[in-house]
């Protein structure tokens, strides 16, 4: 497979030699995407779905072209199945609120897994609170494996509504979800995927899955902050109550109600974030035009540059696998005796950025046996320079804290 430098293609790493490790958190973002967001408001910036005029035209069908090309991305059915939220977490929220609050009962069971994102965790504890239905946990092995047995014995007669993410953040994972999904539907549940780890890295499709719900972010896949996803099965959306209300997402109004509008913009109320949703396109066109199979081959390539590396420190404990092919690009990682935030801003005066801390999966930490945890996080724009340069620098960090080697 030929080697490009797409770094080329993002200014940050034209201003400055950045190694970016931190892509899970959040991915740069490309000339392709800074320009297409930057188009929109010299050349489209007015309020969508509302105006008669030209302008407002021409930016209605920018934002609703954005929803065809999201569409086809994950292989949803119709555009009615796709929604736009801030994020991920916006996007979760809504099923828990909208879904969620709707169906649960006393005695119900949501279950989820301790490796979740505080995002897919959350606001489940808060339906659960509120209807009274009960959480249920699947709980992995140190690789982040789920038995058959765990999910046989937990998801069961009881189970009303299964999450799951896609890809740990913690230890890069991928979960079994087309057979949990199987699981679930044979009981009569639904199942909630958190995708924003999966879906800049790998080829989505949400039948294939079988998702009733599937939530991403646009930042961590190159697009703009401030744009999410959800897709849901229309026929679930169109049962379920509109998680905000206001303008645009009504029919018509009254002094004593509302008719909702169809969907998808039922559930986008206010005025939206159009030219996110124009950016997130020109993410998802540069992403498909990159290929993922020449990312998963880069990452995999990298990450194994990392854990022979890391053979050489017999102070340095990776979280996870020992298999560096089922880490797609995240090391989660623990020096002795050095507090993972020392690591991170040692680090960071030779410019690399990686993250320190829970990852916004606390009770993943606890189950692991750490408080917390240093991670880097490739993607294709990294090279093995980076890597390399990167292991060089976490050999001195013992030394510059006065350890012994």
Known sequence: MTEKDFRNDFPVFRKADYVYLDTAATAQRPDAVIQAEKTFYEKMNANPLRGLYELSAEA??????????????????????????????????????????????PGDEVVTTVMEHHSNMLPWQMAAEKTGAK??????????????????????????????????????????????????????????????????????????????????????????????????????????????????????????????????????????????????AAAIKYLESVGFDYIREKEDRLTKIIFEEAEKYPYMHICGSDDPLKHNGIVTFIIDDVHPHDIASILDESHICIRAGHHCAEPLMKHLGVSSTARASLYFYNNEKDVRFFMEKLKEIRRYMGLAE
């Open 135 to 280: 959480l249920v946990y699947l709980v992995p092995d140190k690789d982040g494996n789920f038995s058959d047995d765990e999910i046989e014995t937990k998801i069961n007669k009881n189970t009303k509504i299964v999450c799951i993410t896609h890809v740990s953040n913690v230890l890069g994972c991928i979960n079994p979800v087309r057979k949990i999904a199987d699981r679930a539907h044979a009981v009569g549940a639904k199942v909630v995927v958190d995708g924003a780890q999966s879906t800049p890295h790998m080829k989505v499709n949400v039948k294939e899955l079988g998702a009733d719900f599937f939530a991403f972010s646009g930042h961590k896949l190159m697009g703009p902050f401030g744009i999410g996803v959800l897709y849901g099965k229309e026929e679930l959306l169109e049962e379920m109550p509109p998680f905000m209300r206001g303008g645009e997402m009504i029919e018509s109004v009254s002094l004593n109600g509302a008719k909702w509008a169809e969907l998808p913009h039922k559930f986008e109320a206010g005025t939206v974030n159009a030219a996110g949703a124009y950016g997130l």
């Open 60 to 105: 209605t069908e920018a934002y609703e072209d954005a929803r065809k090309t999201v569409r086809e991305f994950i292989g949803a059915d119709s555009e009615k199945e796709i929604i736009f939220t801030r994020n991920a977490t916006e996007s979760l929220n809504l099923v828990a609120y909208s879904y969620g609050l709707s169906v649960l009962k």
